[in-house]
């Protein structure tokens, strides 16, 4: 195995649009990086308007029972040295893109300070309860179904893209039909298409970082539930990543992977055009990902060496 070539951090690549995040070694003084905390404190400092209200139902998960200092990260004006301060981070990173979330994360898993694994896992929910917003209000704005996604890699954001839309487009989609099946031809322009070919595309570029990993999780966020037709088009997703990560890379651990579909309720049973089918999946559970509440159907896989 060679070493793969370190890519410049904010690369993107052009045909697909994704984000693509490459690991690049960065010594830490004990501080955010210099661009982010600028960002943060012209939030503070400007009281700039969140997008959308904090969802204050939604607290960042913390494992340890006990109040424990947490690791000491200087953002704007505020200095975090208590468990008390996340309310006020994360008002704070309302207005902040999914770029400045990304880079804060990195902030602090490369200072590896106390309770780093807390916030890690704190910001990575912070940036699903974003991209779900972001699909519900384009939706609404677009007047059709959109989609975004994001992979985890042991709790840690390596790469997003979307919103996608539903129609026909020019969008690669390797996935539009898996056979030629009446469910197959009228959703064969569905949004999840879209979205999981550009996914792929991202994981392959991720191969070597993904598999030194534990726990790998692909969280698809969808204004509605997927049909019929999108649900066979996420299995296959599911399959081809299992395939590839074992054609590209021999593990000598078992990866745990596990794809979350987070999706607007209610589940519905509809006709498109004489074909019939079902948006969601009957049996999900509601989540307190927004105040939204949207449903959550998983797959578990274990990918064995």
Not at 29 to 55: D, F, H, M, V, W
Not at 138 to 161: E, F, H, Q
Not at 170 to 181: A, F, G, I, R
Request: glycine share 6%; charged share 25%.
């Amino acid at each position: 195995m060679y070493a793969e070539k370190v890519k410049p951090k904010n690369y993107k690549n052009e045909e697909t649009n994704i984000h693509y995040r490459f690991p690049i070694q960065r010594m830490m003084a004990g501080s955010t990086s210099p661009l982010l905390s600028n960002y943060l404190s012209s939030i503070y400092n400007t009281a700039q308007e969140s997008k959308r209200p904090l969802q204050a139902n939604k607290s960042i998960p913390i494992q340890e029972p006990q109040k424990k200092p947490i690791q000491k990260v200087t953002i704007g004006n505020f200095n975090t040295v208590d468990i008390d301060d996340m309310a006020v981070i994360r008002q704070m990173l309302g207005g902040a893109s999914f770029d400045n979330l990304y880079e804060f994360q990195s902030d602090v898993a490369n200072e590896n300070g106390e309770n780093a694994g807390a916030w890690i896992r704190g910001i990575s929910d912070f940036f699903n309860e974003k991209q779900q917003w972001q699909v519900l209000d384009g939706a609404r704005a677009d007047r059709t179904v959109n989609i975004s996604g994001n992979v985890t890699l042991d709790d840690r954001i390596i790469l997003w893209d979307g919103p996608y839309r539903a129609g026909r487009d020019d969008t690669l989609n390797d996935y539009s039909m898996l056979e030629n099946t009446p469910e197959q031809r009228v959703s064969k322009n569905d949004a999840d298409g879209k979205l999981l070919t550009s996914l792929m595309k991202g994981l392959k570029h991720k191969i070597a970082e993904i598999s030194y990993g534990e726990r790998l999780t692909i969280n698809l966020h969808d204004s509605s539930g997927p049909c019929d037709g999108c649900k066979d088009r996420i299995v296959q997703f599911t399959t081809d990543c299992i395939a590839y990560i074992k054609e590209l890379f021999v593990l000598t651990e078992d990866l745990a992977l596990r794809v979350n579909i987070y999706y607007d309720p209610p589940v519905q049973r509809k006709k498109r055009g004489n074909v019939p089918t079902t948006y969601g999946y009957r049996g999900d559970r509601r989540t307190d990902l927004n105040s939204q509440q949207p449903l959550v159907h998983t797959y578990n896989k274990i990918v064995q060496p």
